[in-house]
Protein backbone atom coordinates (compact mmCIF):
# COMPACT_ATOMS: atom_id res chain seq x y z
CA UNK A 1 0.00 0.00 0.00
CA UNK A 2 2.89 1.98 -0.59
CA UNK A 3 1.15 4.03 -3.40
CA UNK A 4 -1.69 5.36 -1.58
CA UNK A 5 -0.12 8.57 -0.28
CA UNK A 6 -3.37 10.44 -1.71
CA UNK A 7 -6.68 11.18 -0.49
CA UNK A 8 -8.43 9.26 -3.30
CA UNK A 9 -8.00 5.78 -4.01
CA UNK A 10 -5.19 5.49 -6.31
CA UNK A 11 -6.20 2.42 -9.38
CA UNK A 12 -4.91 1.97 -12.69
CA UNK A 13 -7.21 2.52 -15.58
CA UNK A 14 -7.74 -0.89 -17.12
CA UNK A 15 -7.65 -3.11 -14.35
CA UNK A 16 -10.61 -4.35 -12.67
CA UNK A 17 -10.03 -5.14 -8.96
CA UNK A 18 -12.91 -7.18 -7.89
CA UNK A 19 -13.96 -10.31 -6.43
CA UNK A 20 -13.44 -12.75 -9.51
CA UNK A 21 -9.72 -13.61 -9.92
CA UNK A 22 -8.45 -13.40 -13.37
CA UNK A 23 -8.43 -16.83 -15.38
CA UNK A 24 -4.79 -15.76 -17.27
CA UNK A 25 -1.70 -14.83 -14.73
CA UNK A 26 -0.88 -10.76 -15.46
CA UNK A 27 2.36 -9.62 -13.49
CA UNK A 28 2.25 -7.36 -11.09
CA UNK A 29 0.94 -7.78 -7.37
CA UNK A 30 -2.36 -9.73 -6.75
CA UNK A 31 -2.28 -10.08 -10.48
CA UNK A 32 -3.91 -7.58 -11.63
CA UNK A 33 -1.30 -5.00 -13.47
CA UNK A 34 -2.00 -2.59 -16.63
CA UNK A 35 1.36 -1.96 -19.01
CA UNK A 36 1.68 -1.14 -22.63
CA UNK A 37 4.14 -0.93 -25.35
CA UNK A 38 4.57 2.70 -26.57
CA UNK A 39 6.49 1.44 -29.88
CA UNK A 40 9.15 3.03 -31.39
CA UNK A 41 11.49 0.73 -30.51
CA UNK A 42 11.36 1.62 -26.60
CA UNK A 43 11.28 -1.02 -24.61
CA UNK A 44 8.74 -1.41 -21.54
CA UNK A 45 10.95 -1.27 -18.45
CA UNK A 46 11.00 -3.52 -15.62
CA UNK A 47 9.62 -1.74 -13.02
CA UNK A 48 6.27 -0.89 -15.01
CA UNK A 49 5.55 -4.33 -15.68
CA UNK A 50 6.44 -5.65 -11.86
CA UNK A 51 6.02 -2.21 -9.63
CA UNK A 52 3.15 -1.25 -7.78
CA UNK A 53 3.31 2.83 -8.20
CA UNK A 54 0.47 4.21 -9.84
CA UNK A 55 0.54 7.14 -12.16
CA UNK A 56 -2.09 8.40 -14.66
CA UNK A 57 0.58 10.04 -16.89
CA UNK A 58 3.09 7.03 -17.17
CA UNK A 59 3.48 6.70 -21.02
CA UNK A 60 3.33 2.14 -20.49
CA UNK A 61 1.04 2.44 -17.49
CA UNK A 62 -1.20 5.55 -17.89
CA UNK A 63 -3.59 6.73 -20.80
CA UNK A 64 -0.61 8.93 -22.59
CA UNK A 65 0.27 8.01 -26.26
CA UNK A 66 3.30 9.11 -27.44
CA UNK A 67 3.11 11.03 -31.02
CA UNK A 68 5.03 13.46 -32.62
CA UNK A 69 8.80 14.98 -31.77
CA UNK A 70 11.57 12.51 -30.02
CA UNK A 71 14.14 15.16 -28.64
CA UNK A 72 17.08 14.41 -26.24
CA UNK A 73 18.84 16.70 -23.47
CA UNK A 74 20.93 17.12 -20.54
CA UNK A 75 18.67 16.81 -16.54
CA UNK A 76 18.78 20.30 -15.27
CA UNK A 77 16.64 20.16 -12.40
CA UNK A 78 14.80 17.01 -10.74
CA UNK A 79 13.05 19.34 -7.75
CA UNK A 80 9.44 18.85 -8.68
CA UNK A 81 7.60 16.17 -8.49
CA UNK A 82 7.66 13.49 -10.90
CA UNK A 83 8.83 16.18 -13.31
CA UNK A 84 11.90 17.05 -14.55
CA UNK A 85 13.71 20.39 -16.49
CA UNK A 86 15.61 19.24 -19.60
CA UNK A 87 17.93 21.33 -20.79
CA UNK A 88 19.09 21.16 -24.85
CA UNK A 89 21.80 23.25 -26.71
CA UNK A 90 21.74 23.96 -30.10
CA UNK A 91 23.86 26.52 -32.33
CA UNK A 92 21.43 29.92 -33.73
CA UNK A 93 22.52 31.16 -37.59
CA UNK A 94 23.17 35.04 -37.37
CA UNK A 95 22.36 36.11 -41.15
CA UNK A 96 23.89 38.87 -43.21
CA UNK A 97 21.82 42.11 -42.06
CA UNK A 98 24.91 44.99 -43.24
CA UNK A 99 23.25 45.73 -46.76
CA UNK A 100 19.37 45.90 -44.71
CA UNK A 101 21.05 48.26 -42.03
CA UNK A 102 22.71 50.53 -44.92
CA UNK A 103 19.55 50.90 -47.22
CA UNK A 104 17.65 51.81 -43.87
CA UNK A 105 20.51 54.14 -43.30
CA UNK A 106 20.30 55.53 -46.73
CA UNK A 107 16.35 55.67 -46.60
CA UNK A 108 16.07 57.57 -43.14
CA UNK A 109 18.43 60.43 -44.36
CA UNK A 110 16.59 60.60 -47.89
CA UNK A 111 13.30 61.11 -45.96
CA UNK A 112 14.98 64.00 -43.53
CA UNK A 113 16.28 65.84 -46.18
CA UNK A 114 13.21 66.16 -48.00
CA UNK A 115 11.26 66.96 -44.88
CA UNK A 116 11.48 70.61 -45.94
CA UNK A 117 10.90 70.65 -49.16
CA UNK A 118 7.15 71.23 -51.84
CA UNK A 119 5.33 67.89 -53.10
CA UNK A 120 7.74 68.45 -57.01
CA UNK A 121 10.79 68.73 -55.38
CA UNK A 122 10.34 65.84 -52.97
CA UNK A 123 8.84 63.70 -55.90
CA UNK A 124 12.12 64.33 -57.67
CA UNK A 125 14.69 63.68 -55.21
CA UNK A 126 12.71 60.10 -54.76
CA UNK A 127 12.59 59.38 -58.26
CA UNK A 128 16.95 60.53 -58.33
CA UNK A 129 17.61 58.61 -55.73
CA UNK A 130 16.05 55.59 -57.18
CA UNK A 131 17.56 55.89 -60.14
CA UNK A 132 20.53 55.78 -58.02
CA UNK A 133 20.08 52.57 -56.68
CA UNK A 134 19.03 51.24 -59.42
CA UNK A 135 22.50 51.86 -60.90
CA UNK A 136 24.47 50.66 -58.07
CA UNK A 137 26.15 53.59 -56.65
CA UNK A 138 23.90 54.99 -54.02
CA UNK A 139 26.98 55.36 -51.85
CA UNK A 140 27.93 53.33 -48.69
CA UNK A 141 25.73 50.65 -49.62
CA UNK A 142 26.84 50.26 -52.80
CA UNK A 143 30.12 50.05 -51.07
CA UNK A 144 28.71 47.82 -48.53
CA UNK A 145 27.16 45.88 -51.27
CA UNK A 146 30.97 45.44 -52.70
CA UNK A 147 32.26 44.44 -49.55
CA UNK A 148 29.87 41.44 -48.70
CA UNK A 149 30.99 40.45 -52.36
CA UNK A 150 34.38 40.47 -52.07
CA UNK A 151 34.12 38.79 -48.60
CA UNK A 152 31.63 35.57 -49.05
CA UNK A 153 31.01 34.19 -45.72
CA UNK A 154 32.68 37.31 -43.51
CA UNK A 155 29.28 37.89 -41.78
CA UNK A 156 28.57 33.89 -41.09
CA UNK A 157 28.51 33.31 -37.37
CA UNK A 158 26.64 31.35 -35.23
CA UNK A 159 25.56 31.61 -31.35
CA UNK A 160 25.13 29.44 -28.57
CA UNK A 161 21.72 28.95 -27.48
CA UNK A 162 19.74 26.73 -24.85
CA UNK A 163 16.34 26.40 -23.78
CA UNK A 164 15.02 24.46 -21.02
CA UNK A 165 11.53 22.17 -21.67
CA UNK A 166 9.68 20.38 -18.48
CA UNK A 167 8.82 16.54 -19.04
CA UNK A 168 6.85 14.38 -17.02
CA UNK A 169 9.09 11.59 -15.06
CA UNK A 170 7.76 8.29 -14.67
CA UNK A 171 8.15 6.55 -11.23
CA UNK A 172 9.99 3.62 -13.74
CA UNK A 173 13.24 5.71 -14.16
CA UNK A 174 15.47 7.03 -11.37
CA UNK A 175 17.90 9.97 -12.93
CA UNK A 176 19.71 12.87 -11.74
CA UNK A 177 20.80 15.82 -12.45
CA UNK A 178 23.18 15.01 -15.16
CA UNK A 179 22.06 12.19 -17.03
CA UNK A 180 20.92 12.25 -20.58
CA UNK A 181 17.26 11.45 -21.40
CA UNK A 182 15.23 10.50 -24.49
CA UNK A 183 11.63 12.42 -24.11
CA UNK A 184 8.83 12.47 -26.49
CA UNK A 185 5.84 14.75 -27.27
CA UNK A 186 2.47 13.40 -26.05
CA UNK A 187 -1.00 15.38 -24.89
CA UNK A 188 -0.57 18.13 -22.84
CA UNK A 189 0.00 16.68 -18.77
CA UNK A 190 -0.12 20.05 -17.50
CA UNK A 191 0.15 24.11 -18.16
CA UNK A 192 3.88 23.68 -19.01
CA UNK A 193 4.56 19.99 -19.65
CA UNK A 194 3.93 18.23 -23.04
CA UNK A 195 6.73 15.52 -23.11
CA UNK A 196 7.50 12.11 -21.37
CA UNK A 197 10.40 10.83 -20.42
CA UNK A 198 11.22 7.59 -22.45
CA UNK A 199 14.63 6.78 -21.95
CA UNK A 200 17.27 7.65 -19.31
CA UNK A 201 21.03 7.33 -19.59
CA UNK A 202 23.18 7.56 -16.55
CA UNK A 203 25.94 10.39 -16.87
CA UNK A 204 29.83 9.00 -17.28
CA UNK A 205 30.73 11.27 -14.05
CA UNK A 206 31.75 14.98 -14.17
CA UNK A 207 29.33 16.12 -16.50
CA UNK A 208 27.91 19.52 -16.17
CA UNK A 209 24.47 20.01 -16.17
CA UNK A 210 25.00 24.25 -16.99
CA UNK A 211 27.72 23.94 -19.59
CA UNK A 212 27.17 24.00 -23.34
CA UNK A 213 27.80 20.41 -24.74
CA UNK A 214 25.36 20.34 -27.07
CA UNK A 215 28.32 19.78 -29.96
Given amino acids: ?23 KKIP ?13 SYKT ?11 KK ?14 TGVVKSTKMTRTIVVRRDYLHYI ?7 SSSTSSSSTSSSTRGCDRKTRQSLAA ?9 GDGDGGVAGDRAGRQPGAQR ?9 SAHLSPAF ?22 NVLRVIPASGGSDKKGFSGF
Fill in 1 to 23: MAEQTERAYQKQLGSNIGFRKPT
Fill in 45 to 55: PREAIEGTYID
Fill in 157 to 165: RYEKRHTNI
Fill in 174 to 195: RCREGDRVEIGQCRPLSKTVRF
Fill in 95 to 101: KNSSSNS
Fill in 128 to 136: SGGQRRADG
Fill in 28 to 40: GKFGQRYYKNVGL
Fill in 58 to 71: CPFTGNVSIRGRIL
